[in-house]
């Protein structure tokens, strides 16, 4: 008997998604699966959740809702031999479409069923785990202003990032990876572990959840010309080409920013603030067993 969890967000996606308890059950027949469904009610309500069905020895975990959902469960299943599976029902959905997980919902159930595993790298950031990709740049500060929205939209993405272009102030930082030590001022300080960000964007291309490795892309702070066309080089998925791009592969980065003792991080898509200047990022290989 394989007991299988769905941690389920009932509001992403605007909350019209269809993922009822009766109707999950009809992917699963109760000879072969005992299944349980959550619902989280708070954000981290999903954390809570996940380490309630382990509790309960599920064996495959489901996170059903979008990058935020998304996040909480895995956090709780890295180094763990439980299953983790999504059914992707949010607005980016960037690490289930890098995983070739379809966004149709009976379709993403049936992919669970057939329990098809890989053993998917897993970023830290001074301890804390990211699936996608975590930044110190601009991007911290898009999010920032997308979440003060309160819209999960396309168009709200939009805005934030044009209004930030123009609010941004970059921060001088000191970057190390592979023996060498830079001073950096950047518009954009982001490292991936993904190829994608949602909404079929992406800075990093080349990334890939398995190679044990992590992409880091650093564009210096540019005018607001430069800015268009890089946005361009983004739009081709050409990121590395941008003649002002700093771009390397490897698994481990340390980044000291100067003269600010608390910084704002986006870590998956979500903001967070740390009291710190000193942050080490490096690659967890095949820690997280993913249902794709």
Do not use: W
Not at 65 to 83: F, N, P, Q, W, Y
Not at 184 to 190: A, E, H, K, Q, S
Not at 198 to 223: E, F, H, Q, R
Request: proline share 3%; glycine share 8%; aromatic share 8%.
């Amino acid at each position: 008997m394989t007991h299988i969890h769905f941690i389920v967000n009932p509001i992403s996606g605007k909350g019209k998604h269809d993922l009822t308890e009766s109707y999950i059950k009809t992917f699963f027949p109760a000879t072969q699966y005992e299944v349980t469904v959550h619902l989280t009610q708070r954000k981290r309500h999903a954390i809570e959740l996940t380490k309630l069905a382990l509790d309960q020895g599920a064996s495959i975990i489901v996170a059903c809702g979008g990058d935020g959902t998304i996040h909480e469960v895995a956090t709780e299943l890295v180094g763990k031999s439980v299953r983790f599976g999504i059914v992707p029902v949010g607005s980016g959905n960037g690490l289930a479409s890098n995983l070739s997980i379809p966004k149709e919902i009976d379709k993403a159930l049936e992919l669970i069923r057939k329990q098809k595993v890989i053993a998917m790298d897993v970023g830290s950031l001074n301890g804390a785990y990211f699936f996608s990709n975590m930044g110190f740049g601009i991007d911290a500060t898009i999010i920032e202003q997308y979440e003060k929205s309160g819209k999960r939209k396309l168009g709200s993405y939009i805005r934030a990032a044009l209004n930030s272009a123009q609010q941004y102030k970059a921060k001088q930082m000191r970057v190390t990876y592979n023996g060498h030590t830079k001073n950096v001022n950047p518009l954009l300080l982001f490292i991936s572990n993904s190829n994608e960000m949602g909404y079929s964007m992406s800075l990093t291309p080349k990334a890939s959840l398995t190679d044990g490795l992590l992409d880091y892309l650093m564009v210096p702070k540019i005018g607001i010309l430069k800015q268009l066309t890089f946005g361009l080089y983004v739009l081709v998925k050409k990121t590395e080409k941008f003649r002002r791009t700093d771009y390397v592969q490897t698994s481990k980065i340390e980044v000291e920013i100067l003269n600010s003792p608390k910084n704002g991080v986006q870590i998956d898509g979500e903001y967070y603030e740390y009291d710190t200047h000193l942050f080490t990022i490096e690659v967890i290989q095949k820690s997280l067993q993913v249902i794709c």
